[in-house]
């Protein structure tokens, strides 16, 4: 009769060696496998193998198996089906401290398989190519995420290879260990093997349930790499990023980002996401606002211009920019200390400058793929909502006012709304054409918004006369209109829908300015 080990029996086993007799390799990816191939050969461990692994294997001279000839039976389907078979999982499967297993297993001549080298087809891959659909569901394994799930399983006994990453450290462990692993060991490998059919798993789900009744039933993520970071938002907290963020930057030069260049690099990509339209853009930003944003003829002018904005402000901030930086732009940011720059491209001649400072960070940004959906921790869980892809412009504008504004007042208008749109509620920003003069960020009223706007904008030297001010959200009363008319303000854009929006309306025209709604709210928390 069998029986299961106690965690006495497996807790002392743990500094037990157990060698490798029987290998089963069938993995996607052949490069980096061959010094782990040739040290199996070396140790003696039979071979068993399938397809293009098998081929590979047998051209480096080594002694396989096919699996076809374990089995009994072929590849059948065009290889869908080709190593679900019992004396495959039934030689990881079965446990070799009990003799009911050991007995079953000599009795139907299953050999011992103690290591699994196996990847998963290239689901997400392929995925990403957009590739027909065809082709994607063809990339869903089924053998070979059953056969690291079996040996998973079965870690007390058996070693679990499940990722080209891995090679080269087993290779190093087996070396140092006489190919022989410990349990510890085993269950690690164990673990890694379940995050990647997890991961897996997750990705086929969300690629088959999109636009189903199902893909609401759960929040599904799996994102790696995990890059552990010095500290979370504040020392006394860890942090850790989890994505590829080399899909989307060639960090040219500097530190490690932290996890407050992160929050404000995100912030920035956004931002600048909305300045595409051919026209040289700088966006200087600092806790995820911005304090400057210009458009300009010359990238050169763009950034003096946003500089000009809030040059206090920008003193350790992210900038980001829309077109390569010439030599003259570089030279320009050279005098400021900043953390982050963030730009499509550097000129040859302007890199060294960038460079001069040690821990400055230089990012190159590449085309990227952006999610759709944004998640964040609320409460005892997480709360999911679409990003905020929106932004209105000239054609979603509705003048409600007697004056309508001008060319230029639509320009600005367009501009502010694009900044407002980027910074945290409750949000005034004053611009005009090409420039962000001022915002009023995250205050806990409107009319407060209004007025540091105005007094960082007066502190600063602008001229308001002629301005335009953009509102994430509707005017509850007249009041910020009359404070912005008495300020110079001349145009104003919001989205309207409050019962009072006639009273502001009305305000607008006794003194003789322009409004313009968009219908979009755009709150940012």
Known sequence: MSSSPSPATLETATAERLPIRGALVSVYYKDRLEPLVRLLQQHGVQMFSTGGTLKFIQELGADVTAVETLTGFPEVFGGRVKTLHPKVFGGILHRR????????????????????????????ETVASGAAEADVIEKIDIGGISLLRAAAKNYRDVLVVSSREQYAAVTE?????????????????????????????????NYLAQGTDVAGAALKISEGPATPLRYGENPHQQGTFYGDLSALFEQLHGKQLSYNNLVDVDAAVLLMQEFQDGQPAVAILKHTNACGVAQAGTLHQAYLNALACDPISAFGGVIIVNKEVDLATAEELNKLFFEVLIAPGFAADALPVLQSKKNRILLRQKPVQFPQKQVKTLLNGFVEQDFDRVVEGRNEFRTVTETAPSAEEVEALEFALKVCKHTKSNTIVLAKAGQLLASGVGQTSRVDALKQAIEKANSFGFDLQGAVMASDAFFPFPDCVEIAGAAGIRAVVQPGGSIKDQDSIDACNRLGMAMVLTGVRHFKH
């Open 97 to 124: 401290h009990d003799l009911g297993d050991l007995q079953q297993a000599e009795q139907h001549q299953i050999p011992p398989i103690d290591l699994v080298i196996v990847d998963l087809y290239p689901f997400e």
């Open 173 to 205: 462990l087996l070396e140092a260990q006489n190919g022989a692993t410990t349990l510890e060991q085993r269950r690690h490998y164990a673990a890694a093997a379940f995050q990647q059919t997890s991961h897996y798993d997750t990705h086929i789900f």
